[in-house]
């Protein structure tokens, strides 16, 4: 039985790690399966077109069961319910024990003078109500060697290595947004440094990496009706058992051996704990599935404005708080939209609590020259001085974002003064969203948006997450990716995971998987985010098509269509001006040199739309892409060639990509043959008579006139006769 | 004694088949064909129709008008009528015939060529007709081959003079109506077999839009024009050879009639053939220039139907008429130059063997260089060929405009002499329309020998239209090259502006300067040096040229009016020169020619 094969492969592994999983393993096995199970015979009387999970896969996997254990609770080692605080911290810090050789555990900073020049102590970056230093974790290969940084208290620091930044939990109540880094953090601690892995047990190695694709077919292979596993309506997509579940192994040590990784899976750890044990309570999907406390837990009770922090005094919900991700300095506090950032709310039991208060101004006089906030942090020098950005107005007020600025900004392996982070990430719920820079303005490009938004199609493709903008969603200021994207040039990304702040302990699992592969994917850009972006774009137009004119079906009347394949994360833009079809119709020179070769009328090139039909294509690599199509019109009496070639424009035209490539050809030449009627053929015999009727009817008459010497002169005047006569006469 | 007397065509006939012949060439077999096509089927036999009627038939008429009195070749013809100054227009028109004729013999040897290549069973469905085509074109051995034949054959047709040429072109005519019904006859077969008989729909079906284009007019036109090869000074050639009372205007107009039907019939089998087997019969036909005669046919015809031995007798026959159609053309185009010769005092034999030869030799570098291939198509083209007809074709439209001119001219002199007779001054728009205008018209087209009277319509268009539509033509050809050809003004550019420009400059600069040394009088060298030393050293004297006019016994043809016509060294064949002649100083000096012709008497 291919079950019992599959569950002694997976004793071995965990004989390995020398863990007696099986005992832990076994009831789990059990009650999780159970639905599965149900469902499984079930469709398995109707499946003759298809197979079951445990047809295919190990037991393990057909149950998504996690290899890893089993020093934890076992229902949040395998994401069966969440982490809180202090389960996630005791996680983490098991893990960093047990791999010392790549993984080390942190909490907060440990504090000096910083980028600014402020002295900081290590309890600045503790939480203001429950005291609690956000838990990092430094992961990269021989974290024990390399430099030692003295600010952020961690070693492995190589000036050689990228950096990256993944962040959880801005927002206390979006508990997926700390699931997925610690999947993330468990995936790298358990496959790290080993050898090739079958996964999935059906036989094959590393077969189906991060794409989200089915690359190996065993999804699509299953009965259609366990394709869709999530339930997210997509068969086989992300998070669909059987997608992207044999990724390389070597991979991941690849990346842990070359990257600095910087992963704080909880970043807002008193909101977080407001949330779970206050606010909504340890089963929040119940009665808080789409709500919760966003915020930190700064008291705002006070003053409204620059409280000190008490801890004694309870939580005022109408009004402590502030939003972390409006916190950060980049163009802080610039009032968007209707909910007043800059007022924290009523403070009164009833009335309104503002969730995205950005927190208090800044009244110092930053750069002590007597003015005050005479030049905030957008990247210019707003006050002509020589210096940029130096009397902020806010921002950067919470232990929390205070954190991550220094952790920033004190991260310089290289000492180039730049931020080392030149990828970033941080996680957020809900919506099912790849958002990127800019968030503080709409409709606004920034130089790198194409790049930007090419990773960003990348992971909408690996997670079916939409990409787009963040400020196409809506406007924010100061967030976590305008500060990094905006000071620190970093490649930054918002994903907003599933559906809901507090998704069912069930669904925790396979929404975790669904993005499981966007950190490893920001991790590996991480080098440098804008070449890959590059590369990534010109490798994608190279399997991206025209239709050739062998190809193309000419109609019997009306438009000509021409089509186009594009890769799906391709950012193009459908703008007519940049992203268009190029065509002429040359017809011969109707004044045709006799002897050479045909002449062709010079025309002007026009421009038609692609529009998309929503019908896919397949790629010159063999993938599926998106299908463009375009209009040629064209009257059905012309005849001659239609030149054709398309100009793809990305968002903001930096590329004018054109197909086919300039190297090998300007343009495709498609015959047009005549395709309209060609005439009725009654009046053509009419016609014919006319004409039969004039020529040769006329060289009849001219013919017979000429032998008829009675005939006397055509068309001889009256008046004119007499002369004749005489003259012949 | 250049000629010892005059020589005519035997009878109307043989006229009508000479000039028709010279009519019917190439351009009514590949050309009108693709006209036909290019320009909405029907809708463009409506402007060639009109247009038939409004160029040709009418400037025929003049020709014919002009030769028939002035009884000399091109340039003796301007040098009567346009008078001395002028007489380089004859030569313009002569050279542009024979520059022409250059490469048209160049042309006439690849249907010849294709003739005998189909002869033998060469152009068979199994045969790859571009291959054939370009294994031919770049063969220069192989093409000079034909050329030279066709020089040949030409040669033998012309040599004995008019009633040869009658003799030739009556029997080539003839054969090329058998062949080409037959042709016709097959291709509606073809067509027909099919079911739906689309080519002859589509070649007469009126596409109203294609009406509303100026291109279709402007094709119209100048089909009209070079298929009765109206203006090109043929016309007056032949006429040259007209019996005395022979009728001039009916016999254009049967002339032109004829060649429009040919058109029709060629272009009907062509159009028939093509729609029955090609795919997209449009592109076919109007795509390519000399492509659809040599390759497109051959494999359309490959596919008649009536098995192997129809198919053979359809391509053969096609190609033999169409070698007859060219052949028939340089007939004329040689004749055209050779007449001029001979007006000025050549033998026959040696202007025939000098002509061909010339032309032979001329043609060479048309036949053999430049030979490229369109890396589009993939076909053979002969690049310095087409250069040529790129020049000269359009320097047709000239020799019209001086027909036209002398008409002009004679019209306002006849009005300057009426007001001199009745002493009267000052301009007068009614006086001229009646005393100037219709004063060519009523002179020498309504003689009373013709069978058609010409009403004041001819003089509207010879005064207004005819210009209207030489500048329409001229214009929109270089308006057309602006548009279309890359760098129109590059004089390297082959198909540019420019290299006409400088052409036709050179050409006609040359011609009005070297008018009163060549044309007119002609060097007598005072030093002993051959004359073009002398005319460059300046040791030497003019005296007038002498000019045979080759009148018929009887017929009365009096150019003392005419604004060239007081030139006593202007004289009917036979006649003698007078000895001596005033030069340009006034003095009176013996002429060479008498003392010559005394020798040799």
């Known amino acids: ?729 | 004694m250049a000629e010892g007397g005059s020589d005519e065509f035997s009878g109307r006939l043989g006229l009508i088949f000479a000039t028709i012949g010279a009519a019917i060439g190439t351009g009514n077999i590949w050309r009108f064909p693709r006209m036909v096509g290019a320009n909405g089927g029907g809708s463009f036999l409506v402007p060639w129709l009109i247009f038939l009627f409004l160029w040709s038939v009418p400037l025929i008429i003049a020709e014919f008008a002009l030769g028939k009195r002035s009884r000399t070749g091109t340039v003796g013809t301007f040098r009567i009528f346009a008078g001395k100054r002028f007489a380089w227009m004859g030569l313009w028109t002569a050279w542009i015939s024979t520059a022409i004729g250059f490469y048209y013999a160049v042309v006439t040897g690849w249907c010849i060529n294709y003739f005998q290549t189909a002869v033998r069973g060469g152009l068979g469905s199994e045969v790859d007709t571009v291959e054939v085509w370009n294994t031919f074109l770049q063969n220069p051995m192989e093409v000079v081959f034909f050329q030279a034949i066709a020089v040949a054959i030409t040669m033998l047709a012309i040599w004995k003079g008019a009633k040869a040429i009658e003799k030739v072109n009556v029997g080539l005519m003839i054969s090329l109506f058998i062949l080409l019904f037959a042709a016709l006859f097959l291709a509606f077969v073809m067509d027909l077999e099919d079911g739906t008989l689309d080519g002859f729909v589509y070649m007469f079906s009126i596409q109203p839009e294609y009406l509303a284009q100026p291109e279709t007019w402007i094709n119209g036109l100048s089909q009209s024009a070079w298929s009765c090869s109206a203006g090109m000074g043929m016309a007056i050639t032949y006429s040259v050879y007209m019996r005395k009372d022979e009728d001039t205007t009916l016999n254009a107009a049967t002339m032109c009639l004829a060649n429009n039907s040919i058109s029709i019939i060629a272009g009907l089998t062509v159009m028939m053939a093509v729609f029955a087997v090609v795919d997209d019969p449009l592109a076919a036909v109007s795509g390519g220039s000399s492509a659809i005669t040599f390759l497109v046919l051959p494999e359309v015809f490959a596919q008649a139907p009536g098995g192997p031995v129809v198919q053979l007798a359809m391509v053969t026959m096609f190609f033999l008429a169409l070698s007859f159609a060219a052949l028939t053309s340089m007939i004329s185009t040689v004749e055209l130059c050779v007449r001029n010769f001979v007006d000025h005092g050549i033998e026959r034999p040696q202007a025939v063997g000098f002509t061909s030869l010339a032309i032979f030799f001329f043609g060479l570098p048309s036949a053999a260089t430049w030979i490229l291939v369109d890396d589009a198509t993939g076909v053979a083209f002969p690049q310095f060929l087409e250069v040529q007809d790129h020049i000269w074709g359009y320097g047709l439209m000239f020799s019209g405009l001086f027909i036209a001119y002398s008409i002009w001219k004679y019209g306002w002199n006849r009005y300057r002499v009426w007001q001199e007779e009745n002493d009267i001054s000052g301009f007068s728009l009614q006086d001229y329309l009646d005393n100037g205008v219709s004063s060519f018209r009523d002179d020498f087209i309504n003689t009373g020998d013709n069978d058609w009277w010409i009403g004041k319509w001819w003089d509207y268009i010879m005064y207004l239209g005819f210009p209207l539509m030489f500048s329409v033509l001229i214009l929109s050809y270089f308006a057309d090259m602006l548009a279309n050809v890359d760098n129109p003004w590059d004089p390297t550019n082959a198909n540019g502006i420019s290299i006409i420009l400088l052409f036709w400059g050179i050409t006609a600069g040359l011609f009005i300067g070297l008018n009163r040394f060549i044309i007119i009088n002609r060097i007598v060298p005072t030093s002993g040096n051959p004359w073009p030393l002398a005319l460059l050293s300046g040791n030497f004297t003019l005296e007038p040229r002498p000019l045979y006019r080759n009148v018929p016994e009887g017929a009365e043809a009096p150019i003392d009016t005419l604004p060239g016509g007081e030139d006593p060294f202007i004289v009917e064949a036979g006649e003698e020169l007078p000895e001596t002649f005033v030069d340009e100083y006034g003095e009176t000096r013996p002429h060479t020619g008498s003392s010559i012709e005394a020798e040799l008497a």
């Open chain 1, 1 to 729: 039985m291919a079950s019992s094969n599959s569950s002694s492969a997976s004793d071995e592994v965990f004989r390995a790690r020398r863990i007696p999983a099986i005992a832990l393993i076994l009831p789990l096995l059990l009650s999780v399966a159970a639905p599965i199970a149900m469902v499984t015979p079930v469709s398995a009387q109707d499946a003759e077109s298809g197979l079951a999970p445990d047809d295919i896969w190990s037991d393990d996997y057909a149950n998504q069961i996690f290899p890893w254990g089993p020093h934890g609770d076992v229902e949040k080692l395998q994401f069966r319910e969440y982490y809180d605080y202090f389960t996630l911290k005791e996680r983490m810090q098991t893990l960093a024990a047990y791999y010392p050789e790549f993984l080390q555990f942190h909490e907060g900073l440990l504090g000096g003078v910083n980028a600014r020049g402020d002295e900081m102590s290590s309890t600045e970056y503790e939480g203001w109500y429950y005291n609690h230093p956000s838990p990092w974790m430094k992961i990269t290969g021989n974290v024990q060697g390399g430099e030692y940084n003295d600010y952020n208290n961690d070693d492995g620091n190589y000036a050689d290595r990228p950096d990256v930044m993944l962040v959880g939990n801005h927002h206390a109540r979006e508990w997926m947004s700390f699931e997925v880094p610690m999947l993330f953090l468990e995936t790298v601690a358990y496959y790290y440094g080993k050898a090739a892995i079958d996964n999935d047990g059906d036989g094959l190695v590393d077969e189906d990496g991060w794409d989200g694709i089915d690359n190996d077919g065993d999804c699509l292979s299953l009965d259609t009706s366990l394709q869709d596993y999530n339930g997210d309506g997509i068969a086989c997509g992300p998070g669909d058992l059987g997608v992207d579940e044999d990724f390389s192994e070597q991979f991941i040590t690849d990346m842990v051996n070359t990257r600095e990784i910087y992963l704080i899976p909880m970043l807002n750890t008193d909101g977080v704990r407001y949330d779970m044990e206050e606010y909504c309570g340890p089963t929040a999907w119940e009665n808080c599935y789409r709500s919760g406390w966003r915020k930190n837990l700064r008291d705002n009770t006070v003053t409204g404005v620059t409280p000190l922090p008490d801890t004694d005094e309870q939580v005022d919900p109408s009004c402590d708080g502030v939003d972390l991700n409006r916190n950060y300095q980049f163009e802080w506090g610039a009032p968007l939209g209707a909910t007043g950032p800059l007022f924290p709310g009523m403070c009164y039991s009833s009335g309104p609590n503002n969730d995205v208060y950005n927190g208090p101004v800044n009244y110092e006089d930053n750069d002590g020259d007597g003015l005050v906030n005479e030049d905030h942090v957008d990247g210019k020098d707003d006050d002509a001085d020589g210096q940029i950005d130096e009397d902020w107005m806010g921002g950067n007020s919470e232990p929390e974002t205070k954190f991550i600025q220094d952790l920033t900004e004190m991260n310089d392996d290289d000492g180039d003064g730049a931020s080392d982070f030149k990828s970033t990430l941080t996680w957020h719920s809900y919506s099912e969203l790849v958002l990127w820079p800019w968030g503080h303005c709409t409709n606004c490009d920034n130089p790198d948006q194409e790049f930007l938004e090419y990773h960003g199609y990348k992971m909408g493709d690996m997670t079916e997450y939409a990409p787009m903008q963040s400020s196409d969603l809506y406007p924010t200021t100061g967030d976590f990716c305008d500060w990094h994207y905006g000071v620190h040039n970093s490649y930054c990304y918002t994903m907003e995971i599933g559906n809901a702040f507090h998704e069912y302990p069930e669904d925790i699992a396979h929404i975790a998987v669904r993005n499981l592969g966007v950190p490893f994917y920001m991790v590996e850009i991480a080098d440098d985010p804008r070449y890959r972006a590059i590369v990534g774009i010109e490798n994608t137009t190279s399997t991206q098509w025209l239709q050739e004119p062998s190809n193309v079906t000419v109609p019997s009347k009306g438009d000509i269509p021409i089509s186009m394949c594009l890769d799906t994360t391709f950012p193009f833009t459908p703008d007519i001006n940049r992203t268009h079809l190029m065509w002429r119709f040359v017809e011969p020179n109707r004044q045709q040199n006799d002897y050479g070769p045909t002449e062709w009328v010079n025309v002007a090139w026009s421009m038609s739309p692609f529009m998309e039909p929503g019908e896919q294509c397949v790629l010159l690599d063999g993938s599926n892409g998106t299908m463009l199509e375009s209009h040629i019109p064209l009257p059905d009496t012309s005849v001659g060639k239609i030149q054709y070639k398309a100009k793809l424009g990305t968002v903001n035209g930096a590329f004018p990509f054109t197909y086919p490539d300039s190297d090998t050809a300007n343009y495709y030449e498609l015959s047009i043959p005549y395709r309209a009627p060609f005439g009725s053929g009654i009046l053509a015999l009419l016609m014919f008579a006319f004409i039969a009727t004039m020529v040769w009817g006329g060289l009849g008459f001219t013919l017979r006139a000429m032998f008829d010497d009675e005939g006397g002169v055509i068309g001889l005047p009256d008046d004119q006769s007499h002369l004749i006569d005489e003259e012949d006469i």
